[in-house]
Nanobody, 119 residues
Framework: QVQLVESGGGLVQAGGSLRLSCAAS????????AGWFRQAPGKEREFVAF????????DYLDSVKGRFTISRDNAKNRVYLQMNSLKPEDTAVYYC????????????WGQGTQVTVSS
């Protein structure tokens, strides 16, 4: 079992930056792929960023490419999302996820952290 706890959300003006952190429990976390997702009010949850277990592979939602960076520190059992040049449309609850099954579905989810970008 892996438990995930996000932190680092908050209110920021457009153009600003935030760094989200996801703290994981469990010795097997370093073996899991991880990702960030977000859900805005009235919208479905969407993929934001992916990082492989080793950190050697990453992927991003097109609209955040060049602005967001996902990284991980397996020694600290943490995954990060550095968000720069934030836009009002980035406002959402951001969720950390880890471990995928054979269908690519994530097994473990955090409780989410709110990010609000004001114009």
């Amino acid at each position: 079992q892996v438990q995930l706890v996000e932190s680092g959300g908050g209110l920021v003006q457009a153009g600003g930056s935030l760094r989200l952190s996801c703290a994981a429990s469990g010795r097997t976390f370093s073996r899991y792929d991880a990702g960030w997702f977000r859900q805005a009010p009235g919208k479905e949850r969407e993929f934001v960023a992916f990082i492989s277990w080793s950190g050697g592979s990453t992927d991003y939602l097109d609209s955040v490419k060049g602005r967001f960076t996902i990284s991980r520190d397996n020694a600290k059992n943490r995954v990060y999302l550095q968000m720069n040049s934030l836009k009002p449309e980035d406002t959402a609850v951001y969720y950390c996820a880890a471990g995928r099954n054979a269908y690519g579905e994530y097994l473990y989810w955090g409780q989410g952290t709110q990010v609000t970008v004001s114009s």
